[in-house]
């Protein structure tokens, strides 16, 4: 008798009918094969490849419904155990109901209250989960240990690391992996850790969020899953959003326990390097070793999160970051990253001569108008000056009035260069201009465009066109 045959008998047995058809349903990260058999009632079937880990879903499950947690009951299972059949969530994961801001980064309220359902129910599972539960179902590993540590950190190693190419050491390495080790077991707490907790483990039912595959589950710290939901590779989360929903989280999770906010972000961001680490392994073995795409797909939004993290050094791991500063600056990382990087074009212009045109097609960007600032050009003496000589930078500062202009151009600025590299934007265009492109206008362009690339480390083409100065700021290359 086939597995399918088997679903089939488990159907007709619970309901006392055949299903009128049955679905294959798109195959996932594991090797569990899920099938939608429709009828009075349209219930998933789920054939598992391991008896343990099935054992350890169907136990979990039947303990978090207990709990009223929101998972799917598993209504019939096999004798053998190998496949089961579950109450049936519909077809909308988390992560397509998210696929608009998922694509811009400009995530909506309706987006924004999904994922704040989400989290807040996270900590009542990992809190009430635990609550009575016997972890020793658990498969592979009933708790978070060193050796499970070492276990995703070689995954790292092996499976990613080394297939880049990249050459490394691998005592010392070995060494920061013990280190890391030290810093995470110090967060062990009795809570359940889901472990595996992407978007697309959850389900969104009658606008609710319901969770599946937890049957990696083990006891372990609550950092765990926090750092694997916020941190998911293409959910593409900008830094705002995690900031939100994490202050979310805090609240659920003093219902709980005390909160010391300065100790769990700073552990938190341990979590969140070594979630990332894990997760490269993952997908160097899914797409380096077994070939498949979707996982290859998700390697540059890991390698971008990672690159993300090391702008804040990890001084706990000299050697480790060394090597991932390396990795994350490959040519393989870096070429097309390099292509969707933002350029930023900054110029000086004179009204009389026309505004200047943006070559780049994004539209123009920003144009200031500096011509309500005290004018130097007006006095003979400064007529032989730009903005760039300091005679006309001394006359405009102890004036003053273009210290409080910039100061609101450079905010607005600032402001929109931000949101473009969260969103990924490539061109943005500002300029400023006077009555003859000369002194107020060069000094606003020249000061802005040292500003953005100190302060954003992107690059910007400087171009102070009525006096045909061309300047490239590059962005400096991090260790």
Known sequence: MTNIEQLKNLYASLTGAQPTEVIDLPISGSNRRYFR?????????????????????????????SKGLPVPKVLAVSDDQMCYLQEDLG??????????????????EEEKSLLKKTIRQLCDFQFMGA??????????????????????????KYCFLKATGLEYDEE??????????????????????????????????????????????????FYYDVASFLWQAKANFPDSLRHELLKEYLVALRKYKPVNENYFYSQLRHFVLFRTLQVLGAYGFRGYFEKK??????????????????????????????????????????DGLQKRALTVKVMSFAYKKGIPNDA???????????????????Y?????????????????????EIIVFLDHAQALVDATVKRYIERGFTNLMVCFGCTGGQHRSVYCAQHLAEHLNKQFNVKVELVHREQNIEQTFNPVAKN
Not at 302 to 327: D, Q
Not at 386 to 396: M, R, W
């Open 37 to 65: 058999l429709v009828g009075e009632p349209t219930l998933i079937g789920a054939i598992g490849t391991n008896q343990m880990e099935n054992r350890a879903f169907i136990a979990m499950d039947e303990h978090f419904a």
């Open 380 to 400: 003979e003496r400064y007529k032989p000056f730009i903005g760039l000589d300091a005679p006309v930078i001394k006359f405009l500062e102890d004036d003053g």
């Open 360 to 378: 780049s097609g994004n539209g123009g960007g920003y144009v200031f108008d500096c011509r309500a600032v005290n004018n130097p050009g007006k």
């Open 172 to 221: 010392k390495l070995e060494d920061d992996f013990a280190h890391m080790a030290d810093v995470l077991l110090r967060s062990s707490s009795a809570t359940f850790m889901y472990r595996d907790f992407p978007s697309r483990n959850v389900m969104i039912k009658d606008g609710q969020p319901w969770f599946i595959d937890f049957q990696g589950g083990r006891k372990g710290p």
């Open 91 to 108: 077809d909308l994961t988390l992560f397509n109901a998210i696929e608009k801001g998922r694509k811009t980064r400009v995530f909506g």
């Open 131 to 156: 609550d009575g539960f016997d972890f020793k179902v658990c498969y592979p590993a009933s708790d978070f240990t060193r050796r499970s540590i070492y276990w995703d950190l070689n995954y790292f």
């Open 293 to 334: 795409p979707h996982f290859m797909q998700s390697v540059p939004f890991a390698i971008n999160n990672l690159r993300k993290l090391l702008e804040t050094p990890y001084v706990e791991y000299p050697y480790l970051s060394k090597v991932l500063n390396e990795l994350v600056n490959l040519s393989q990382f870096t």
